[in-house]
């Protein structure tokens, strides 16, 4: 049986995600028997490749036009697409701007700062443009799965990734849609 093609990419959030999706531990040797990582943060390949992936998981919202061209481009290169955590699934805290204007948002983390240095905000064309608001996955294309959590426990990762691996579609509910880590 061929390997599923598995690719991750990483947005506007903490790392929490895939720090939880690295906890799942040694059952990463069993994954990677399974599964071949096309493309992820924690490889040196960041996008999918043309050629397409089973399973994309998306980690974070949406608050910059790069963000914004990287989520079109995963919903196009994968045929199952998850929202892995808060901040996929809603947004999550990173939606704590969206009551501002970006500029004064920008303004306020750059300029207003003891940190500044000559009254000026860093400016390159490195740095994307924010968008008017951060938003969740699905606010932008199609999700066929949701990981809550901030961050979703490793095991409920697996428990994703294993039932994708044996060729179902895995199914959150119960205990699953349980918030955070208190388990």
């Not at 599923?4 to 995600?17: S, V």
């Not at 009551?99 to 700062?113: N, S």
Request: negative net charge; proline residues 5%.
């Amino acid at each position: 049986m061929a390997k599923i093609k598995l690719a991750t990419t990483w947005l506007e959030a903490c790392a929490g995600c895939h720090m939880s999706f690295l906890d799942i531990d040694e059952r990463i040797v069993e994954l990677l028997n399974h599964v071949e990582l096309t493309s992820s943060p924690i490889t040196d390949l960041k996008h999918p490749p043309e050629s397409g992936v089973d399973v994309g998981i998306i980690t974070g919202g949406i608050g910059n036009v790069d963000e914004l061209e990287e989520v079109k481009m995963m919903r196009e290169r994968c045929k199952i697409l998850i929202a892995l955590g808060d901040c996929a699934v809603t947004g999550g805290v990173c939606t704590m701007r969206n009551p501002w204007d970006k500029e004064d948002v920008l303004r306020c983390g750059y300029v207003e700062t003891a940190s500044t240095v000559d009254g000026t905000r860093p400016g390159s064309e490195d740095l994307p443009e924010l968008t008017d608001t951060v938003k969740a996955i699905d606010q932008v294309v199609p999700v066929d799965l949701y990981l809550f959590g901030c961050p979703p426990n490793a095991d409920r990762i697996w428990y994703v990734l294993s039932e994708l691996i044996a060729g179902r579609m895995p199914k959150v509910e119960g205990e699953a849609l349980r918030y955070g880590m208190d388990e």
